[in-house]
């Protein structure tokens, strides 16, 4: 098994330890020698340095390579990145969310298993396992073993009520994850249960924290803020720093990928912030998202013209990158207007936003007084 990866990402090759932030980039000449090597070679005596100058905890001296290096083959497609909803079925009903119904449905563990290949083939190295709720379906924990094994630095991302199991905890101490992400709701029993529209949830919330926290797993907090938590927002920030973990908060409340606007109105106005401006992204060219059936998209909210990677394989990424240029030109309902030319918001959410119907302030940036 394990314990470092060195991959070609993107357009460099790295060195990255799952369970750990830190990485290094290694020149073009090393990660060849690497490749060429067999598993059976001891490391060369600059990857030990290497080693021991980001992890001083790991001692690779004298190893061979095969017992803690696993090398990922170059791939022609050049995508680094890629998030997979496994599932949209939750334990939870939020108010807010923007999955919309909470359908259990999904493919077979075959069609998982092909498409974490091609993933894989096509050169992802830093996968998001996200939901609905990732945990509760069926095959979360081998889907998470298999993409781990094909050497892909993972993140979950977790309403956290599971992470108290012991299955869960003994897979993530033995195939360590990049990150677990967990979604905060509220600082208080009755706020947290209000907005989950679960009862019980703050209590497998705090149980799971308390869990993940002793385990050591790598957290960052995704802290909420809506209608029915808003007073809690500086309890809720407390709490993350008293933990120890690092933490970013979320305001603004996005429809859902069915253009439902209903849970715009969790979200609490007096909290509301100037989205970041948009200046461009590379949707579509260097990471894409999966859906529950394998259907491919750009991102998580430009979903349209999806490619079916189960029945298509890894040749239907060759469209993915006209669609993403497709999209991010389209002005949609913004047709007409005169400052389209300089719109600072993405174009697929700004889509959602319209569909949804939407005051227009809740997403167009034209015409905001700059800050300062």
Not at 237 to 257: A, H, K, Q, R
Not at 336 to 349: F, H
Request: aromatic content about 8%.
């Amino acid at each position: 098994m394990h314990s470092l990866i060195v991959s070609p990402f993107l357009e460099q090759h790295v060195l990255v330890r799952p369970g750990s932030r830190g990485g290094a980039l290694l020149p073009e000449a090393g990660y060849e020698e690497l490749r060429a090597l067999d598993a059976e070679a001891a490391a060369p005596a600059w990857l030990t340095d290497v080693v021991r100058e980001q992890w001083p905890d790991l001692e690779v001296d004298g190893s061979r390579l095969g017992d803690f290096l696993l090398v990922r083959q170059p791939s022609v497609w050049g995508y680094g990145k890629a998030s997979w909803e496994v599932n949209l079925g939750c334990n939870y009903k939020c108010k807010h969310c923007y999955l919309g119904l909470k359908m259990n449905s999904g493919m077979p563990w075959e069609d998982k298993r092909r498409c974490l290949d091609i993933m894989a083939e096509a050169g992802v190295l830093f996968l998001q396992v996200t939901g609905g709720e990732p945990t509760i379906d069926r095959d979360f924990m081998r889907a998470y073993r298999y993409a781990w094994d094909l050497g892909m630095m993972i993140t979950v991302s977790t309403n956290g009520s599971l992470l108290w199991r012991h299955n869960l905890l003994d897979l993530f101490r033995e195939c360590p994850p990049y990150r677990v992400t967990v979604s905060m709701y509220g600082a208080t029993k009755r706020s947290y249960d209000e907005l989950t529209q679960r009862e019980g949830a703050w209590d497998q919330f705090v149980q799971g924290m308390n869990a993940a926290r002793h385990a050591r797993l790598p957290l960052r907090m995704s802290v909420v803020v809506t209608e029915d938590n808003g007073q809690e927002e500086q309890a809720m920030t407390d709490l993350c720093e008293s933990w120890g973990v690092e933490y970013e908060v979320f305001t603004n409340m996005t429809p859902t990928i069915y253009g439902g606007g209903e849970v715009l109105t969790a979200q609490s106005k007096e909290h509301l912030r100037v989205r970041k401006q948009f200046t461009a992204c590379n949707a579509g060219h260097t990471f894409f998202h999966m859906d529950p059936h394998g259907l491919l998209s750009i991102c998580k909210i430009g979903r349209d013209d999806q490619i079916s990677l189960p029945h298509e394989g890894i040749g239907g990424l060759s469209r993915l990158g006209a669609i993403a240029d497709r999209l991010m030109l389209r002005t949609g309902g913004c047709s007409g207007c005169s400052l389209a030319g300089t719109c600072r918001v993405c174009r697929p959410l700004a889509k959602h936003y319209q569909e949804a119907k939407a005051p227009l302030a809740a997403y167009c940036q034209h015409g905001q007084k700059k800050a300062g």
